[in-house]
């Protein structure tokens, strides 16, 4: 069935270093991709996504491309800052069902 | 324009005690979730309606658990009778029409259970 693997976390970093988290992908067909953020005593909101391969999402210098060839739509910042520190989650929309399956989250820390 | 509304946002009940959980979706979404989220098990889906119809429920834990839609503006989970492993917080989501798993979802800011 269809699933999302993300990199464990917690991943702390210092202000102003790149991040990725790692985001891999098993589906049949060609779902739409998404990455969420959870902020502390929040719901998740929409971060960015992409519907098709090749296909890249950017929103608040956040990037992640849709890569069919490898299954996989890491997220990407060039410089982090203290306000993003958030539990990040990957999400498989499934078709068919209209639902989506989320990754485990990645929790992210960014250090002043 | 109004979120998706979740209340109460914190419950605090006893073992055994009934326990209901509200939802008011986006005005115009057709898709209502509830998703519960443990550090354990990270997010899980519950159960999803569509106009109001539950399309699957193969998340919910047990019978324990119900959920109900009775109109476009309102949902309801219950847990009768509460349990401690229950503790989590419970969150609801829905979606617009049109464009199926392709558009996103819009959550609410969750209800914190603690069942003791």
């Known amino acids: 069935g269809n699933s999302v693997t993300q990199m464990e976390g917690p991943v702390t970093l210092s202000e102003e270093a790149f991040l990725t988290i790692n985001c891999t992908y098993t589906a049949t067909g060609y779902p739409s991709l998404f990455w969420y953020v959870q902020y502390p005593g929040e719901g998740l909101q929409l971060l960015l996504k992409a519907t098709k391969a090749d296909d890249k999402g950017s929103n608040k210098g956040f990037e992640a491309t849709y890569r069919k060839e490898t299954t996989s739509f890491h997220l990407e910042k060039g410089s982090v800052q203290v306000s993003d520190s958030a539990v990040y989650f990957c999400?498989?929309?499934?078709?068919?069902?209209?639902?989506?399956?989320f990754g485990q989250g990645t929790t992210l820390q960014v250090k002043p | 324009d109004a979120g998706v509304i979740q209340s109460p946002r914190h419950e605090v009940t006893e073992m055994g005690q009934e326990v209901t959980l509200r939802c008011k979706p986006i005005?115009?979404?057709?898709?209502l979730f509830w998703y519960r989220q443990t550090m354990m098990r990270g997010l899980e889906l519950l159960i999803y309606?569509?106009?109001?119809?539950?399309?699957?429920d193969s998340g919910m834990p047990e019978d324990r658990f119900s959920a109900k839609m009775p109109n476009a503006s309102f949902s309801t989970l219950k847990i009768q009778p509460s349990e401690p492993r229950d503790s989590a917080v419970y969150f609801c989501?829905?979606?617009?029409?049109?464009?199926?798993?392709?558009?996103?979802?819009?959550f609410g800011n969750g209800t914190r259970l603690t069942v003791t």
């Open positions: 989501a829905s979606r617009g029409p049109g464009q199926g798993s392709n558009s996103p979802l819009h």
């Open positions: 309606f569509n106009n109001n119809v539950p399309i699957d």
């Open positions: 999400a498989l929309g499934s078709g068919n069902t209209g639902k989506l399956i």
């Open positions: 005005s115009g979404h057709d898709y």
